[in-house]
């Protein structure tokens, strides 16, 4: 099946630093990719999708320049949180879409950011 | 937004015994899937059933839906230990993004 993996699987930074974690599709093109957040023991909020070559669309209450999202390639997604704050901890996870009929997204293991 | 709605939201059983979990959502979808998640880790997808389909199995999983009701229900058979984890449901209503529900916390013990 369809591989994305997901680079760091966790991170720790200290408040004000920026991190990028990145979303690559192993073995298939991803035309479209999302991230979404995770809080402890709750559910999965989609943050902003991407296109590749054009610019994300974010949710509503997103901020797109703490969150910066490049699809530059048909392989590759990267989610950078600029000016790390302690609530920006938390478990953030990236799927991809391909060019199929199924609509099956094919989702990353996930990046565990901590900021201190 | 979240959709998806899942019941319960935690569920205890022993091994051997059936697990059945529930979701509702608000508006018309192409398709439900369901996710397990095992604690601190990644989705696992489990199972998609479109909206033109009423029931589909897979392996000891049983999906149903029922779009007049706007519900879907996964049943685990002969549940083991290793079900233990989260499961969501999430629909697809427009082709793109998946509307996650809250989840069921399911705990298996032996």
């Known amino acids: 099946g369809a591989v994305v993996s997901q680079h760091p699987s966790r991170v720790i930074c200290k408040s004000g630093t920026s991190v990028k974690i990145e979303c690559r599709s192993l073995?298939?093109?991803?035309?479209?990719m999302f991230w979404y957040r995770q809080f402890p023991k709750q559910s999965l909020m989609l943050m902003a999708t991407?296109?590749?070559?054009?610019?994300?669309?974010?949710e509503q209450g997103v901020e797109k320049d703490k969150f910066l999202i490049n699809h530059a390639s048909l392989t590759l997604s990267t989610l950078t949180v600029t000016s790390a704050h302690p609530e920006d901890s938390s478990f953030y996870i990236c799927?991809?879409?391909?060019?199929?009929?199924?609509?099956?997204?094919?989702f990353g293991p996930g990046t565990r950011l901590t900021v201190t | 937004s979240q959709q998806g709605e899942e019941d319960p939201q935690a569920l205890s059983i022993q091994e051997g015994e059936n697990a059945t979990m529930n979701c509702s959502y608000k508006?018309?979808?192409?398709?439900l899937q369901w996710y397990r998640q095992n604690s601190g880790r990644g989705l696992v997808h489990l199972i998609l059933?479109?909206?033109?389909?009423r029931e589909k199995h897979s392996g000891r999983l049983r999906v149903t839906l029922d779009t007049s009701k706007k519900s879907s229900s996964l049943l685990i058979t002969a549940s083991r230990a290793a079900d233990t984890a989260s499961y969501f449901c999430?629909?697809?209503?427009?082709?793109?993004?998946?509307?996650f529900g809250k989840g069921t916390s399911l705990l298996v013990t032996p």
């Open positions: 799927s991809a879409r391909g060019r199929t009929a199924t609509y099956e997204q094919y």
């Open positions: 073995d298939f093109q991803a035309t479209t």
């Open positions: 991407s296109n590749e070559g054009s610019k994300a669309t974010y």
């Open positions: 508006t018309s979808i192409n398709n």
């Open positions: 059933i479109r909206s033109n389909e």
């Open positions: 999430a629909t697809d209503a427009s082709g793109y993004a998946l509307n």
